[in-house]
């Protein structure tokens, strides 16, 4: 297994994977993602088996303390010498879940941002998923106010 940061050349797998991870009215499109890789490609941390991408997390560092929708649409908002990162996507392939791979690129997400001297990392999840976050040390602040594909989403932060 080999965990990197992405380049504009990853578009094509990270497209594919989030497809195959999140309906249509949640997945971020091409388009979201080509424009994410050129303002903050450091920002996603992709994990390859040989060489076929099967899982990634990506969001972008911004000095703002909450996640919004309007964050997921544009990429400009990205501020290197933000505050907190954001996470606006965990996503494993199906087929290679419950093996640890989003919990590997999450820990190193966490690594690298405190490497970094952020505040800390901004996510929102399911309902479903808050004891998994919880897991890694994320906090859960409640509903969040982001209507992002009609779905309740609940803010999770993890400060450092």
Not at 43 to 54: G, N, S, T
Not at 135 to 143: A, L, P, S
Request: hydrophobic letters at 40%.
């Amino acid at each position: 297994m080999l965990i990197r940061t992405a380049t504009l050349q990853d578009l094509d797998a990270v497209s594919m994977v989030e497809a195959e991870c999140f309906p249509e009215t949640e997945a971020a499109t091409r388009a979201d993602f080509e424009q994410r890789l050129t303002y903050y490609p450091d920002h996603f941390w992709l994990l390859f088996d040989d060489e076929k991408l099967i899982a990634f997390v990506d969001g972008f560092v911004t000095d703002l303390p909450d996640l919004t929708d309007e964050m997921y649409e544009k990429a400009e908002m990205h501020n290197e010498n933000g505050a907190w990162q954001m996470i606006f996507g965990v996503n494993t392939v199906p087929a290679e879940r419950k093996k640890g791979y989003a919990g590997r690129l999450l820990t190193r997400a966490i690594a690298d941002a405190r490497a970094q001297g952020r505040k800390g990392l901004v996510l929102t999840c399911k309902d479903r998923l808050v004891r998994y976050y919880a897991k890694f040390g994320f906090v859960n602040e409640g509903v969040s106010e982001s209507v992002h594909g009609n779905v309740t989403w609940y803010q999770m932060r993890l400060t450092f």
